[in-house]
């Protein structure tokens, strides 16, 4: 649950890099314990590959630990619900625009009003993926 943004100019180096990463991908993403090697398996594609990271994995983990719990996966435990897509979008959103600091969230906004998610819970995912795609991609 990972997505990379960049120039798709792949370079020979790039290629390797990314052999001797994806190796390490085959975790399972529900598992907490898995997801560290991931994590700095996919950081180390981003730096191959000057890519930024829209951590919806990580982020997924924090939501989930929310109370009430979200309901983020469907019924089939793979696909993502609203609330689900939502968070991931919004991960792509801070990846994408760089922004540090979370958007104000507000009743009868779109597209969290249009998706049936209540205005705090908006906000607690805002927060959440804000949090987690800054943390990633604004290591020194």
Known sequence: LFVFMNDLKLKHQVRSGFESA???????IRKKEEQEPMINAVTE??????????PAGPAWHKALRCRPKPELY?????HATPTGSYLAASCIFYAISGRTRTITVKDGDEPHTRLGLDTKLAATLQRIACKATTAINNKE
């Open 22 to 28: 994806t190796k390490r991908l085959a975790a399972d």
């Open 45 to 54: 594609l981003a730096e191959y590959a000057n890519a930024i990271i829209a």
């Open 74 to 78: 469907q019924a089939d435990g793979n």
